[in-house]
């Protein structure tokens, strides 16, 4: 039984695949930290050093890109955690899923460790289903969160150590780039 297990994981995990070689660029979905702090005047390392990007192809067809950039101990830099992910699934209901997932998540492990979140539903979101939060550290604001699913495809944002009261990060920088999430495609190379 045990060897039947352990073949089934070999099996699962080489049916994946992870490309890094992208360049992010060819993906204007994706808010890029640089983006971000020209916008906000943040002092970020522009190296790269803290910077990925990846697309996985997973076994049952479904792909996600996720693009990071975390930094959070530094004096020369303002500590900042900043990821987005996009999910392409297979079908409606396993977009729906990974949607309620994401958002589940966020409630199990962001209300814990002195964090939480505080939902903000005065906006209206593009997409079939979304979610939009402040999250919080010790009471404080310290970021956000936002997920949207538009049919087969979820777009899903998480910053902590960035909070605008204006939601500017949201109106301005990501929702015009949501607004189409349907239509989002991989580049094919």
Do not use: W
């Not at 070689?21 to 906000?40: Q, V, W």
């Not at 998540?105 to 939902?119: D, R």
């Not at 310290?142 to 087969?152: D, K």
């Not at 605008?164 to 301005?172: A, N």
């Amino acid at each position: 039984m045990n060897k039947a297990v352990f073949i089934f994981i070999i099996i699962f995990f080489s049916s994946c695949s992870t490309r890094d070689d992208l360049d992010i660029k060819d993906y204007p979905i994706i808010t890029s930290i640089n983006e971000l702090s020209e916008y906000f005047d943040l002092k970020i390392d522009k190296s790269g050093k803290y910077e990925t990007a990846s697309i996985t192809n997973y076994f049952d067809g479904s792909t996600e890109l996720e693009y990071t950039y975390e930094l959070l101990e530094s004096q020369k830099y303002d500590p900042l955690y900043y990821s987005i992910t996009v999910d392409k699934e297979r079908s409606i209901k396993d977009a729906k899923e990974v949607y309620l997932l994401g958002k589940g998540a966020l409630s199990l492990v962001g209300n814990s460790f002195g964090q939480g979140t505080k939902e903000i539903d005065t906006i209206k979101l593009p997409g079939d289903n979304s979610y939009y939060a402040l999250r919080t550290l010790d009471g404080e604001p310290n970021g956000m969160f936002y997920i949207v699913r538009q049919g087969r495809t979820v777009y899903t944002m998480m910053v902590s150590g960035l909070y605008t009261p204006d939601h500017s990060l949201l109106l301005d920088l990501l929702m015009p780039k949501t607004v189409n999430l349907d239509k989002f495609e991989f580049v094919k190379k």
